[in-house]
């Protein structure tokens, strides 16, 4: 396992799946894999994203990422629609390996009355990662 504390920026919220979230300016949420998963998953080849369009709950599997030791799911951290993929990511799955934090995967516009208070903030996910060190 890594030893090393992995990067996690403070503006952002992340999930216990390792998603980060960041709000944008038009009111929509860019996720993407932190760098703590990105490292456990090793060089990424494939990364299928989800449809523009689609409905997504908290903890839906809404896509995969396929690396040299596994296929894993993506998971919206959120409940909303998906409103846009990164079409840069699924074309060259290395901007994730290289930088993880610029990569986002999707965004998605929260469902009326949702919100992204229930994620943890980099404190939070930095115990979390630090606990599965």
Known sequence: MENSVSNVPAGLKYSNEHEWVRAETDGTLSVGLTDFAVKQLGEIMTVELPQVGGDVYASDGVGTVESVKAVTEIYSPVTGTIVEVNPDVSDDPEKLNSDP?????????????????????????????????
């Open 101 to 133: 934090y610029g990569a986002w995967l999707f965004k998605v516009r929260l469902a009326k009355g949702e919100s992204a208070d229930n994620l943890l903030d980099a404190a939070a996910y930095t115990r979390l990662i630090e606990q599965a060190d």
